[in-house]
């Protein structure tokens, strides 16, 4: 038996005993929901432009009226998800996740869409900090692994299928099915969390200060995204990131900031945190570089292009699982170390990239580095929210969602920097080394052993028996120690 202290429970924990997968799934298909949106309507928007009447700047905002208040709101919901019941918090962020979708497919005109995906997005943050907190409170310790591989594998392969996806639809079914696609799996995801969750509270409003943190931090972080999306066409962009740097200063130095601070601290998780957005950007600026190289330079079609690249989700589809089961039984740290290795080797061996290489060449290059990627995620994130204090879940987990998030972003700006900088001769093994140096960077930090202050068998070494779901905070450390047999 576990000891607990009086009032220790978490809002949203899972009381029942044993593991609850049915609730992993769904956060795992949630994931990749959320995930898909980020990318899927990209490949929609010369036909949202076309149908709407609108410039193509204008139709933009289809995607970033989603990714800002995603991004922007992800610290703000940490903080209030660790105050309310997960299962009233997924029924409303689904259900309205949901709506927005539809409501965006029957947009007659351009303001309609863009405010619908804005309210998604802010549906879409509140299931990103979400999805991490059901998985590990749905398990025992000693299932960590295998559960956070679910969400960190099928998250990232939504974002790399929306393309994909989003291409399919458009040619046989218009762009307003790119939006419709995802409501059969919120609903699906309702139906289960309405029958197996149990209720564990209700939720509540923001008061007048967290709303005025809520505007600080998604102003700092909306002025932080348009500098970097912006800049692609125009580097004088970049100088609106200053305009980012008061705001969340402020917010940094607030009563509601200082909570999140420390709760990472208090986990040491911010080695962790690092490798998570090194890992992202190398990602995503390989990804950015490889496609435009196989297009631009190589004149290969659209078509191979996607299937050369398929080789990365396929990898990480395949190894995440296998990543998963063996930080259950070895450790998550030395899994997540040994997936970041093989990350970088892949990446490092596309630096030499010619003109001759063939389609296969590079494919089992990004089947390696995915294969790496699809190891690292799970354990990775089973480092960090096994780390959180347990009255701090949701806060960590919107930590490293945030991280994730600023890599995906990142990588691309830094790649189209590092190419320009390079010049058109040198451009492409610039982004590529840029890609593995970020790969490379996330092995140390990764291997620095941060965690809890007092020993956590459920994360740092293999499975050990502990408390249903999470750990009890200590309260003169501030840190989480392990469960107490």
Same mark, same amino acid.
Request: proline letters at 7%; aromatic letters at 6%; one cysteine or more.
């Given at each position: 038996?576990?000891?607990?202290?009086?009032?220790?429970?978490?809002?949203?924990?899972?009381?029942?005993?044993?593991?609850?997968?049915?609730?992993?799934?769904?956060?795992?298909?949630?994931?990749?929901?959320?995930?898909?949106?980020?990318?899927?309507?990209?490949?929609?928007?010369?036909?949202?432009?076309?149908?709407?009447?609108?410039?193509?700047?204008?139709?933009?905002?289809?995607?970033?009226?989603?990714?800002?208040?995603?991004?922007?709101?992800?610290?703000?919901?940490?903080?209030?998800?660790?105050?309310?019941?997960?299962? *009233?918090?997924? @029924?409303?962020?689904?259900?309205?996740?949901? &709506?927005?979708? +539809? $409501? !965006? =497919? %029957?947009? /007659?005109?351009?303001?309609?869409?863009?405010?619908?995906?804005?309210?998604?997005?802010?549906?879409?943050?509140?299931?990103?900090?979400?999805?991490?907190?059901?998985?590990?409170?749905?398990?025992?310790?000693?299932?960590?692994?295998?559960?956070?591989?679910?969400?960190?594998?099928?998250?990232?392969?939504?974002?790399?299928?929306?393309?994909?996806?989003?291409?399919?639809?458009?040619?046989?079914?218009?762009?307003?099915?790119?939006?419709?696609?995802?409501?059969?799996?919120?609903?699906?995801?309702?139906?289960?969390?309405?029958?197996?969750?149990?209720?564990?509270?209700?939720?509540?409003?923001?008061?007048?200060?967290?709303?005025?943190?809520?505007?600080?931090?998604?102003?700092?972080?909306?002025?932080?995204?348009? *500098?970097?999306? @912006?800049?692609?066409?125009?580097?004088?962009? &970049?100088?609106? +990131? $200053? !305009? =980012? %740097?008061? /705001?969340?200063?402020?917010?940094?130095?607030?009563?509601?900031?200082?909570?999140?601070?420390?709760?990472?601290?208090?986990?040491?998780?911010?080695?962790?945190?690092?490798?998570?957005?090194?890992?992202?950007?190398?990602?995503?600026?390989?990804?950015?570089?490889?496609?435009?190289?196989?297009?631009?330079?190589?004149?290969?079609?659209?078509?191979?292009?996607?299937?050369?690249?398929?080789?990365?989700?396929?990898?990480?589809?395949?190894?995440?699982?296998?990543?998963?089961?063996?930080?259950?039984?070895?450790?998550?740290?030395?899994?997540?170390?040994?997936?970041?290795?093989?990350?970088?080797?892949?990446?490092?061996?596309?630096?030499?990239?010619?003109?001759?290489?063939?389609?296969?060449?590079?494919?089992?290059?990004?089947?390696?580095?995915?294969?790496?990627?699809?190891?690292?995620?799970?354990?990775?994130? !089973?480092?960090?929210?096994?780390?959180?204090?347990?009255?701090?879940?949701?806060?960590?987990?919107?930590?490293?969602?945030?991280?994730?998030?600023?890599?995906?972003?990142?990588?691309?700006?830094?790649?189209?920097?590092?190419?320009?900088?390079?010049?058109?001769?040198?451009?492409?093994?610039?982004?590529?080394?840029?890609?593995?140096?970020?790969?490379?960077?996330?092995?140390?930090?990764?291997?620095?052993?941060?965690?809890?202050?007092?020993?956590?068998?459920?994360?740092?070494?293999?499975?050990?028996?502990?408390?249903?779901?999470?750990?009890?905070?200590?309260?003169?450390?501030?840190?989480?120690?392990?469960?107490?047999?």
């Amino acid at each position: 038996m576990s000891e607990h202290r009086a009032g220790s429970e978490a809002p949203g924990h899972i009381p029942e005993p044993g593991d609850r997968w049915l609730l992993v799934a769904v956060a795992g298909m949630l994931s990749f929901v959320a995930m898909l949106d980020m990318n899927i309507v990209n490949i929609a928007l010369a036909a949202i432009s076309e149908s709407l009447d609108v410039s193509a700047a204008t139709a933009q905002w289809a995607v970033l009226g989603y990714q800002l208040p995603v991004v922007a709101l992800l610290l703000p919901v940490g903080r209030w998800l660790d105050g309310v019941g997960t299962r *009233s918090a997924l @029924l409303v962020s689904a259900g309205g996740f949901a &709506l927005c979708s +539809a $409501l !965006a =497919a %029957l947009a /007659p005109w351009a303001s309609w869409l863009i405010a619908a995906r804005i309210a998604q997005g802010a549906f879409g943050a509140v299931l990103f900090v979400l999805m991490p907190v059901l998985a590990i409170r749905s398990v025992r310790p000693e299932a960590r692994g295998r559960a956070m591989s679910v969400p960190a594998t099928l998250g990232p392969l939504g974002a790399v299928t929306g393309p994909a996806v989003g291409g399919l639809l458009l040619d046989h079914l218009g762009w307003r099915a790119v939006f419709l696609v995802k409501i059969p799996f919120c609903l699906l995801a309702l139906f289960v969390a309405w029958r197996a969750m149990p209720k564990d509270g209700r939720l509540r409003a923001l008061d007048r200060r967290a709303l005025a943190d809520t505007v600080l931090v998604a102003s700092g972080v909306t002025f932080l995204l348009l *500098s970097l999306t @912006l800049a692609y066409d125009d580097r004088a962009w &970049l100088l609106l +990131a $200053l !305009a =980012a %740097l008061p /705001p969340l200063w402020w917010w940094a130095r607030g009563p509601s900031g200082r909570p999140v601070t420390a709760a990472i601290s208090a986990s040491r998780s911010y080695p962790a945190h690092g490798a998570v957005l090194a890992l992202a950007a190398a990602f995503a600026a390989m990804h950015y570089v490889t496609a435009l190289h196989l297009q631009r330079d190589s004149g290969f079609s659209a078509t191979a292009t996607g299937l050369a690249l398929l080789a990365f989700p396929l990898g990480m589809g395949v190894a995440g699982p296998v990543g998963g089961r063996l930080a259950d039984r070895y450790g998550a740290r030395p899994v997540a170390v040994v997936g970041a290795c093989l990350t970088a080797a892949g990446l490092l061996l596309l630096v030499p990239l010619g003109d001759g290489w063939t389609l296969p060449d590079m494919a089992w290059r990004l089947a390696l580095a995915g294969v790496g990627m699809g190891l690292n995620g799970g354990p990775t994130q !089973a480092l960090v929210m096994s780390s959180a204090p347990r009255e701090r879940t949701a806060t960590i987990a919107s930590t490293m969602q945030l991280s994730r998030s600023a890599g995906f972003t990142v990588g691309p700006a830094l790649a189209t920097a590092a190419w320009g900088l390079a010049g058109a001769d040198g451009g492409v093994r610039a982004g590529l080394v840029l890609a593995a140096v970020a790969a490379c960077a996330a092995v140390p930090l990764i291997s620095v052993r941060g965690g809890r202050s007092t020993s956590a068998p459920d994360s740092e070494a293999g499975p050990k028996a502990g408390p249903e779901g999470g750990s009890q905070a200590d309260p003169a450390s501030g840190a989480a120690p392990a469960a107490r047999p």
